[in-house]
């Protein structure tokens, strides 16, 4: 934990060579921090303006809700991609996988100010949705790094690893409603 803020830092400044160092150091628990923290900040950030409509506990049970949800999509893309990588024997880099994947999602920190900055009229609304697209980008580019220096990709297999899973997804989804699509006919009298 002593280079936690240095860590933070680094992946936000310098985060190709962060990156490095972190998938050396796999400080995990670092990691889970992070997911924690911000899974706390979308509610509270997202609530604010209606905490007056809200009571506490709705929004402690929210909050709650997040930070279960936030963990279980962290783990599970970890263990997705730990899964994926099984089939070009790549596998056997789930906590180098968690603790980049995890330091990759420190730009949605700077979210919550930008989300206030949206509320503060027509001319800082726009501003804000210009920052809230960088820090997407920003967030989509350390997510590739992730993916890259956790199994060692080149910037093109990188970008294949992750849409591999994604084109997929959206086959399966195809075939599914295919299949709903065919029973139906079948049941229909």
């Given amino acids: 934990m002593e280079n936690f803020l240095e860590n933070i830092y680094g992946s936000i400044v310098e985060p190709i060579k962060t990156f490095d160092r972190l998938k050396e150091e796999k400080p995990y628990l670092q990691a889970l921090i992070i997911v924690i ?23 402690l049970g929210f909050s709650i809700l997040s930070v279960i949800a936030g963990l279980f999509n962290w783990l599970a893309f970890a263990g997705f991609m730990e899964l994926f990588s099984f089939i070009f024997n790549q596998n056997g880099k789930f906590k180098e996988m968690l603790t980049l994947s995890g330091f990759a999602l420190i730009p949605w920190i700077l979210l919550a100010p930008v989300f206030l900055l949206k509320q503060a009229g027509t001319f800082f609304e726009g501003i804000g949705i210009l920052l809230a697209l960088c820090v997407f980008i920003w967030a989509i580019f350390l997510f590739f790094l992730s993916v890259a220096k956790s199994y060692g990709l080149t910037a093109l297999r990188c970008i294949v690893f992750a849409l591999i899973p994604l084109i997929a997804s959206i086959i399966q989804l195809h075939w599914f409603i295919y299949f709903i699509q065919n029973f139906i006919q079948v049941i229909k009298v």
């Fill in 37 to 59: 923290v911000i899974s706390l900040l979308s509610p509270v950030f997202n609530n604010m303006l209606a905490v007056d409509k809200q009571s506490f506990g709705e929004l």
